[in-house]
């Protein structure tokens, strides 16, 4: 079945420092990838679109310039947390859905962020 | 502003029992109804889905109620297995966009 690969899956880092997540289609093309943040015992809470080749349309609330997204291809998208600090910790999880309507999206690892 | 809610946060169950996991959702524009699955550390997997023109859909063990008039539905799990303890989301999206609003969650803990 699809299969979506997100990379890392655990970052420890110390506070300024920048960190970009991968999230990979691996068998097949996602015009339109999904990034989720999921704070412990919440929901996820949807934070961006990603589009290929164009802009990101990011929800109400998140900040663009801090969580930058690029789609470069029908297979990638990146999510950049910029200045990471510890409010940003969290667990971030990108979804793809296949192409068509009503399609179930394909959920990554998740990747498990902790700024000291 | 919590457009789709799962009032249970926990539920625990026996082997072998029926277990029954409720979603309201507020927004009428809802079309598609997706149930997810939820280990710990690791990203939701589809379950089952069901259409707003129907009112139930069926795969195997799992069957989906849907209530429109009342904005509900419910998922049944029979019968229960100890593997089908996870967290549950309902995920209603609408227009065929693929963006799904994910509800609160529930942990089911099926039990020997």
């Known amino acids: 079945g699809a299969v979506v690969s997100q990379h890392p899956s655990r970052v420890i880092c110390k506070s300024g420092t920048s960190v970009k997540i991968e999230c990979r289609s691996l068998?097949?093309?996602?015009?339109?990838m999904f990034w989720y943040r999921q704070f412990p015992k919440q929901s996820l809470m949807l934070m961006a679109t990603?589009?290929?080749?164009?802009?990101?349309?990011?929800e109400q609330g998140v900040e663009k310039d801090k969580f930058l997204i690029n789609h470069a291809s029908l297979t990638l998208s990146t999510l950049t947390v910029t200045s990471a600090h510890p409010e940003d910790s969290s667990f971030y999880i990108c979804?793809?859905?296949?192409?068509?309507?009503?399609?179930?999206?394909?959920f990554g690892d998740g990747t498990r962020l902790s700024i000291l | 502003d919590q457009q789709v809610k799962q009032n249970s946060p926990s539920l625990s169950v026996q082997e072998g029992r029926i277990s029954i996991l409720n979603c309201d959702y507020t927004?009428?524009?809802?079309?598609?109804f997706l149930w997810y699955k939820k280990y710990p550390a690791e990203g939701p997997t589809f379950l089952i889905s069901?259409?707003?023109i129907k009112d139930k859909n069926e795969d195997g063990r799992f069957t989906v109620f849907l209530n429109k008039s009342a904005k509900h539905l419910s998922l049944h799990i029979v019968p229960s297995q100890p593997g089908d303890s996870a967290v549950y989301f309902c995920?209603?999206?609408w227009g065929g966009g693929n963006k799904l609003t994910f509800g609160t969650g529930t942990q089911l803990k099926v039990e020997l």
């Open positions: 979804s793809a859905p296949e192409e068509g309507r009503n399609q179930p999206q394909h």
């Open positions: 068998d097949f093309q996602a015009t339109t």
């Open positions: 990603s589009n290929e080749g164009s802009k990101a349309t990011y």
């Open positions: 927004n009428s524009m809802f079309d598609y």
């Open positions: 069901i259409s707003s």
């Open positions: 995920a209603p999206q």
